[in-house]
């Protein structure tokens, strides 16, 4: 199947399987604003309900403590409720 006839999901799907990437890096990479990829992130995930595959998340983590025990895993939050550092890695998404 030719790449342009791939809908987005299903190019960012494969994209997934290959590495894990956080929705800004799929952002640039698909050239779609953050919130879009998050959206087909969720929609990705939906899909392969069922099957024997599935959306792996590496959770946000700040990166001066250390914390990663946020309680929404997809969104990055603003700022660390231990250390109130902004510095916060973004979740990553894969697909195995």
């Known amino acids: 199947m030719r ?7 299903k190019r960012m799907t494969d994209r997934l399987r ?15 604003q953050t919130a879009t990829a998050l959206t087909h992130v969720e929609h990705i995930a939906q899909t392969l ?4 595959e599935e959306l ?5 983590a700040c990166r001066d403590c250390g914390f990663d025990g946020f309680d929404d895993l997809i969104n990055r939050p603003s700022r660390c409720p231990d250390c109130k550092s902004e510095a916060i890695e973004e979740p990553a998404f894969r697909v195995e």
Do not use: K, N, Q
């Open 3 to 9: 790449e342009a006839s791939r809908t987005t999901r």
């Open 18 to 32: 290959e590495e894990a990437l956080s929705a800004s890096a799929l952002a640039r990479e698909f050239e779609l």
């Open 49 to 52: 309900d069922g099957t024997d």
């Open 56 to 60: 792996l998340v590496a959770p946000p």
